[in-house]
Protein backbone atom coordinates (compact mmCIF):
# COMPACT_ATOMS: atom_id res chain seq x y z
CA UNK A 1 0.00 0.00 0.00
CA UNK A 2 1.42 2.99 -0.35
CA UNK A 3 2.90 5.42 2.56
CA UNK A 4 0.60 6.67 4.66
CA UNK A 5 1.79 10.58 4.18
CA UNK A 6 2.34 10.66 -0.08
CA UNK A 7 1.92 13.35 -2.37
CA UNK A 8 -2.43 12.44 -2.50
CA UNK A 9 -3.16 14.14 0.91
CA UNK A 10 -5.08 15.25 2.22
CA UNK A 11 -7.25 12.21 0.92
CA UNK A 12 -10.21 13.25 -1.00
CA UNK A 13 -12.34 10.71 0.17
CA UNK A 14 -11.17 9.77 3.95
CA UNK A 15 -10.74 11.61 6.82
CA UNK A 16 -7.33 11.25 8.66
CA UNK A 17 -5.85 11.13 12.33
CA UNK A 18 -2.19 10.71 12.49
CA UNK A 19 -1.20 8.71 15.61
CA UNK A 20 2.34 8.69 14.83
CA UNK A 21 5.34 10.12 12.43
CA UNK A 22 5.18 7.81 9.59
CA UNK A 23 9.07 8.86 9.04
CA UNK A 24 9.39 6.82 12.17
CA UNK A 25 8.26 3.46 10.15
CA UNK A 26 9.75 1.31 7.58
CA UNK A 27 7.52 2.35 4.46
CA UNK A 28 7.48 -1.93 3.20
CA UNK A 29 5.85 -2.76 6.43
CA UNK A 30 2.55 -0.69 6.08
CA UNK A 31 -0.77 -2.75 5.58
CA UNK A 32 -3.91 -1.60 6.39
CA UNK A 33 -7.33 -3.23 8.25
CA UNK A 34 -10.37 -2.44 8.44
CA UNK A 35 -11.30 -2.16 12.28
CA UNK A 36 -9.49 -3.87 14.71
CA UNK A 37 -8.40 -3.44 18.47
CA UNK A 38 -6.26 -0.40 19.58
CA UNK A 39 -3.86 -0.59 22.24
CA UNK A 40 -5.01 -3.26 23.41
CA UNK A 41 -8.30 -2.29 24.37
CA UNK A 42 -10.19 0.01 22.25
CA UNK A 43 -12.42 -1.29 19.95
CA UNK A 44 -12.10 -0.16 16.58
CA UNK A 45 -15.33 -0.41 14.34
CA UNK A 46 -15.15 -1.85 10.34
CA UNK A 47 -15.89 1.49 9.45
CA UNK A 48 -12.86 2.92 10.34
CA UNK A 49 -9.43 2.09 8.47
CA UNK A 50 -6.25 1.14 10.53
CA UNK A 51 -2.81 1.77 9.33
CA UNK A 52 -0.18 -0.52 10.50
CA UNK A 53 3.38 -0.08 10.23
CA UNK A 54 6.82 -1.34 11.64
CA UNK A 55 9.49 1.18 13.56
CA UNK A 56 12.70 1.44 11.95
CA UNK A 57 14.95 -1.25 13.00
CA UNK A 58 12.48 -2.92 14.29
CA UNK A 59 10.83 -4.35 10.98
CA UNK A 60 11.47 -8.17 11.37
CA UNK A 61 8.62 -11.10 10.88
CA UNK A 62 8.65 -11.50 14.77
CA UNK A 63 8.20 -7.53 15.60
CA UNK A 64 4.92 -6.53 16.21
CA UNK A 65 3.49 -3.55 14.11
CA UNK A 66 1.85 -0.62 15.80
CA UNK A 67 -0.92 2.03 14.74
CA UNK A 68 0.23 5.01 12.54
CA UNK A 69 -3.33 6.27 11.56
CA UNK A 70 -6.80 6.05 11.31
CA UNK A 71 -8.72 6.41 7.86
CA UNK A 72 -12.68 7.81 8.68
CA UNK A 73 -14.03 7.42 5.13
CA UNK A 74 -16.48 10.38 3.93
CA UNK A 75 -19.62 7.93 3.15
CA UNK A 76 -19.54 6.65 6.85
CA UNK A 77 -17.75 9.87 8.85
CA UNK A 78 -18.09 13.60 8.67
CA UNK A 79 -15.34 15.05 10.19
CA UNK A 80 -16.82 16.13 13.31
CA UNK A 81 -18.22 12.85 13.88
CA UNK A 82 -14.64 11.14 13.14
CA UNK A 83 -13.63 13.72 15.73
CA UNK A 84 -15.90 13.02 18.23
CA UNK A 85 -15.16 9.22 18.11
CA UNK A 86 -11.48 10.09 18.44
CA UNK A 87 -12.39 12.40 21.97
CA UNK A 88 -14.64 9.89 23.39
CA UNK A 89 -12.29 6.84 22.79
CA UNK A 90 -9.54 8.52 24.18
CA UNK A 91 -7.33 8.62 21.06
CA UNK A 92 -4.39 10.40 21.04
CA UNK A 93 -3.08 11.72 18.03
CA UNK A 94 -0.72 14.00 16.46
CA UNK A 95 -2.65 15.74 13.21
CA UNK A 96 -5.75 15.67 11.31
CA UNK A 97 -6.84 16.25 8.33
CA UNK A 98 -10.53 16.24 6.77
CA UNK A 99 -11.30 15.00 3.43
CA UNK A 100 -10.30 17.02 0.52
CA UNK A 101 -13.43 16.40 -1.53
CA UNK A 102 -15.78 13.90 -2.81
CA UNK A 103 -19.11 13.78 -1.80
CA UNK A 104 -18.41 15.05 1.80
CA UNK A 105 -20.88 14.11 4.87
CA UNK A 106 -22.29 16.67 6.15
CA UNK A 107 -20.03 18.56 8.71
CA UNK A 108 -22.17 19.65 11.90
CA UNK A 109 -19.58 20.92 14.18
CA UNK A 110 -19.83 24.29 13.59
CA UNK A 111 -23.86 24.14 13.80
CA UNK A 112 -25.40 26.89 15.77
CA UNK A 113 -27.42 25.25 18.93
CA UNK A 114 -30.68 27.23 20.14
CA UNK A 115 -33.16 26.93 22.54
CA UNK A 116 -36.89 27.49 21.65
CA UNK A 117 -39.93 26.65 23.85
CA UNK A 118 -38.17 24.02 25.78
CA UNK A 119 -36.93 22.62 22.88
CA UNK A 120 -33.08 22.53 21.21
CA UNK A 121 -32.92 22.99 17.39
CA UNK A 122 -30.12 22.80 15.30
CA UNK A 123 -29.45 24.87 11.95
CA UNK A 124 -27.85 24.06 9.24
CA UNK A 125 -27.11 26.92 7.33
CA UNK A 126 -25.11 25.81 4.53
CA UNK A 127 -21.26 25.82 3.70
CA UNK A 128 -21.35 29.08 0.97
CA UNK A 129 -22.97 31.78 -0.29
CA UNK A 130 -25.64 29.93 -1.52
CA UNK A 131 -26.64 28.35 1.90
CA UNK A 132 -28.02 25.27 1.73
CA UNK A 133 -28.97 25.25 -1.88
CA UNK A 134 -26.85 23.49 -4.91
CA UNK A 135 -27.97 26.29 -7.29
CA UNK A 136 -26.72 23.57 -10.75
CA UNK A 137 -29.65 21.56 -10.25
CA UNK A 138 -32.35 24.38 -10.05
CA UNK A 139 -34.31 24.01 -13.50
CA UNK A 140 -35.68 27.54 -14.18
CA UNK A 141 -38.30 26.02 -17.23
CA UNK A 142 -39.04 22.83 -15.69
CA UNK A 143 -39.32 24.47 -11.91
CA UNK A 144 -37.57 21.81 -10.65
CA UNK A 145 -34.47 21.20 -8.30
CA UNK A 146 -32.72 18.52 -6.84
CA UNK A 147 -32.90 18.58 -2.53
CA UNK A 148 -31.52 16.56 0.05
CA UNK A 149 -33.84 16.01 2.26
CA UNK A 150 -32.20 13.79 4.80
CA UNK A 151 -29.14 12.33 6.35
CA UNK A 152 -27.84 9.53 8.72
CA UNK A 153 -26.59 12.43 11.32
CA UNK A 154 -27.55 11.95 14.85
CA UNK A 155 -30.46 14.53 15.56
CA UNK A 156 -32.23 14.38 18.89
CA UNK A 157 -35.60 14.50 18.96
CA UNK A 158 -36.14 15.86 22.64
CA UNK A 159 -33.98 16.77 25.74
CA UNK A 160 -35.13 13.72 27.54
CA UNK A 161 -33.68 10.54 24.58
CA UNK A 162 -30.58 10.21 22.88
CA UNK A 163 -30.47 11.18 19.33
CA UNK A 164 -32.00 9.47 16.57
CA UNK A 165 -29.92 8.79 13.26
CA UNK A 166 -31.92 7.51 10.48
CA UNK A 167 -29.96 4.39 8.23
CA UNK A 168 -29.57 5.09 4.72
CA UNK A 169 -28.59 1.24 4.21
CA UNK A 170 -29.97 -0.69 1.42
CA UNK A 171 -33.69 -1.65 2.91
CA UNK A 172 -33.93 0.92 5.59
CA UNK A 173 -35.93 3.63 4.13
CA UNK A 174 -39.57 2.86 3.20
CA UNK A 175 -40.71 5.26 -0.03
CA UNK A 176 -43.41 2.96 -1.04
CA UNK A 177 -46.49 4.46 -0.01
CA UNK A 178 -44.53 8.28 -0.05
CA UNK A 179 -43.99 7.37 -3.86
CA UNK A 180 -47.55 6.81 -4.10
CA UNK A 181 -48.19 10.60 -3.51
CA UNK A 182 -45.13 12.35 -3.33
CA UNK A 183 -45.96 15.96 -2.24
CA UNK A 184 -43.84 18.43 -1.04
CA UNK A 185 -45.57 20.87 1.67
CA UNK A 186 -44.85 24.29 3.20
CA UNK A 187 -43.89 24.31 6.99
CA UNK A 188 -45.29 20.95 7.49
CA UNK A 189 -48.57 21.92 6.92
CA UNK A 190 -50.61 19.17 6.01
CA UNK A 191 -53.47 21.04 3.72
CA UNK A 192 -54.29 21.14 0.54
CA UNK A 193 -53.38 24.97 -0.09
CA UNK A 194 -49.81 23.99 1.75
CA UNK A 195 -49.05 21.29 -1.14
CA UNK A 196 -46.37 23.10 -2.69
CA UNK A 197 -44.79 20.48 -5.33
CA UNK A 198 -44.23 16.97 -6.01
CA UNK A 199 -41.21 14.38 -6.18
CA UNK A 200 -40.24 13.13 -9.07
CA UNK A 201 -37.81 10.91 -7.91
CA UNK A 202 -36.74 9.88 -4.29
CA UNK A 203 -33.53 8.00 -3.78
CA UNK A 204 -30.96 6.77 -1.72
CA UNK A 205 -27.42 8.05 -2.19
CA UNK A 206 -24.36 7.30 0.30
CA UNK A 207 -25.69 9.13 3.67
CA UNK A 208 -28.57 10.98 1.74
CA UNK A 209 -31.91 10.93 1.15
CA UNK A 210 -32.50 12.30 -2.09
CA UNK A 211 -35.41 14.11 -4.05
CA UNK A 212 -35.42 15.85 -6.92
CA UNK A 213 -38.93 18.05 -6.81
CA UNK A 214 -40.86 19.82 -9.23
CA UNK A 215 -42.97 23.15 -7.81
CA UNK A 216 -46.70 23.63 -8.74
CA UNK A 217 -46.15 27.58 -9.89
CA UNK A 218 -49.66 27.70 -11.30
CA UNK A 219 -50.54 28.03 -7.60
CA UNK A 220 -49.94 31.15 -5.84
CA UNK A 221 -48.03 29.58 -2.86
CA UNK A 222 -46.18 27.02 -5.24
CA UNK A 223 -45.51 30.17 -7.01
CA UNK A 224 -43.95 32.05 -4.19
CA UNK A 225 -42.02 28.85 -2.83
CA UNK A 226 -40.47 28.20 -6.16
CA UNK A 227 -39.84 32.04 -6.52
CA UNK A 228 -37.81 32.27 -2.83
CA UNK A 229 -36.19 29.21 -3.76
CA UNK A 230 -34.74 30.80 -6.84
CA UNK A 231 -33.82 33.50 -5.28
CA UNK A 232 -31.88 31.36 -2.30
CA UNK A 233 -34.05 33.20 0.22
CA UNK A 234 -35.66 29.51 1.16
CA UNK A 235 -32.36 26.54 1.58
CA UNK A 236 -33.62 24.14 3.84
CA UNK A 237 -35.73 20.95 3.90
CA UNK A 238 -37.67 19.07 6.56
CA UNK A 239 -38.84 15.28 6.80
CA UNK A 240 -41.79 13.82 8.42
CA UNK A 241 -41.49 9.98 9.03
CA UNK A 242 -42.18 7.31 11.02
CA UNK A 243 -39.82 5.04 13.06
CA UNK A 244 -40.49 1.02 12.06
CA UNK A 245 -37.50 -0.36 13.09
CA UNK A 246 -35.01 1.18 16.41
CA UNK A 247 -31.60 0.12 17.69
CA UNK A 248 -30.63 1.37 20.71
CA UNK A 249 -26.47 1.58 21.74
CA UNK A 250 -25.93 2.60 25.35
CA UNK A 251 -23.33 4.97 26.71
CA UNK A 252 -19.98 3.77 26.27
CA UNK A 253 -20.58 1.47 23.44
CA UNK A 254 -20.00 2.11 19.82
CA UNK A 255 -22.57 0.25 17.32
CA UNK A 256 -21.01 -2.02 14.80
CA UNK A 257 -22.59 -0.89 11.26
CA UNK A 258 -22.46 2.99 12.02
CA UNK A 259 -19.77 3.24 13.76
CA UNK A 260 -21.81 5.67 16.03
CA UNK A 261 -20.99 6.28 19.62
CA UNK A 262 -23.58 5.92 21.91
CA UNK A 263 -25.96 6.90 23.54
CA UNK A 264 -27.46 6.80 20.24
CA UNK A 265 -30.81 5.43 19.19
CA UNK A 266 -30.59 3.68 14.93
CA UNK A 267 -33.64 4.10 13.20
CA UNK A 268 -33.10 0.37 11.12
CA UNK A 269 -35.87 0.86 9.39
CA UNK A 270 -37.88 3.77 9.04
CA UNK A 271 -40.73 5.42 6.39
CA UNK A 272 -40.84 8.57 4.67
CA UNK A 273 -44.11 10.35 5.62
CA UNK A 274 -43.76 13.40 3.27
CA UNK A 275 -41.06 16.43 3.47
CA UNK A 276 -41.34 19.84 3.63
CA UNK A 277 -39.62 23.32 2.09
CA UNK A 278 -39.06 25.14 5.48
CA UNK A 279 -37.70 28.51 6.40
CA UNK A 280 -34.57 28.57 8.73
CA UNK A 281 -34.95 32.07 10.08
CA UNK A 282 -38.46 32.07 10.50
CA UNK A 283 -38.99 29.76 13.33
CA UNK A 284 -36.72 27.19 15.20
CA UNK A 285 -39.73 24.85 15.53
CA UNK A 286 -40.53 24.87 12.44
CA UNK A 287 -37.14 23.74 11.19
CA UNK A 288 -37.13 20.33 13.20
CA UNK A 289 -38.41 17.02 11.70
CA UNK A 290 -41.32 15.76 12.55
CA UNK A 291 -41.43 12.46 14.20
CA UNK A 292 -44.60 10.33 13.78
CA UNK A 293 -42.89 7.31 16.42
CA UNK A 294 -45.93 6.49 18.27
CA UNK A 295 -45.62 2.86 16.36
CA UNK A 296 -41.88 2.39 16.94
CA UNK A 297 -40.69 -0.88 18.09
CA UNK A 298 -37.75 -3.04 18.88
CA UNK A 299 -34.99 -4.23 16.04
CA UNK A 300 -36.60 -7.35 15.93
CA UNK A 301 -40.40 -6.10 16.48
CA UNK A 302 -43.02 -4.80 13.95
CA UNK A 303 -44.37 -1.49 13.41
CA UNK A 304 -47.97 -0.78 13.86
CA UNK A 305 -49.21 1.64 10.77
CA UNK A 306 -52.44 2.13 12.94
CA UNK A 307 -50.70 4.23 15.84
CA UNK A 308 -51.27 7.77 16.95
CA UNK A 309 -49.33 10.29 15.36
CA UNK A 310 -47.23 12.14 17.21
CA UNK A 311 -45.75 15.05 15.85
CA UNK A 312 -42.79 16.73 17.43
CA UNK A 313 -40.19 19.07 16.95
CA UNK A 314 -36.36 17.86 16.89
CA UNK A 315 -33.22 19.56 15.94
CA UNK A 316 -32.57 21.07 12.91
CA UNK A 317 -31.42 18.49 11.00
CA UNK A 318 -28.56 19.33 7.84
CA UNK A 319 -31.03 19.32 5.17
CA UNK A 320 -29.96 21.02 1.92
CA UNK A 321 -31.33 21.93 -1.40
CA UNK A 322 -28.73 19.97 -4.04
CA UNK A 323 -26.13 21.38 -5.79
Given amino acids: M ?3 DDATRPYPAEHAARLRNPDDFDSKSFRRTSGGTLYGSIKVPATIGIVWGKLKGKAEASDSPLPQALRFPIENWTAAQARAWLKKNDVKFIGFEAAAGGKKAVDDSDIPAVEGNGKVCRAYFGEDENG ?3 MSTLDKEKHTAEFIIATDAPVRDSLYSPPVSLSMREGA ?3 KDYRRNPVVLAQHQ ?9 SLKVWTEGRYLVSRAQFDVDDELGLRTWGKIERGYLRAASIGYRKLRMREVEEGKTDSESGLAGPVSVATQWKLLEWSVVAVGADAESLGRSDDDASAVADNGAADDDGVKAFSLPD ?3 YIVKL
Avoid at 190 to 198: L, M, Q, S, W
Fill in 2 to 4: PIP
Fill in 316 to 318: IPQ
Fill in 190 to 198: HGVIEAVGR
Fill in 173 to 175: VVL
Fill in 132 to 134: AVR
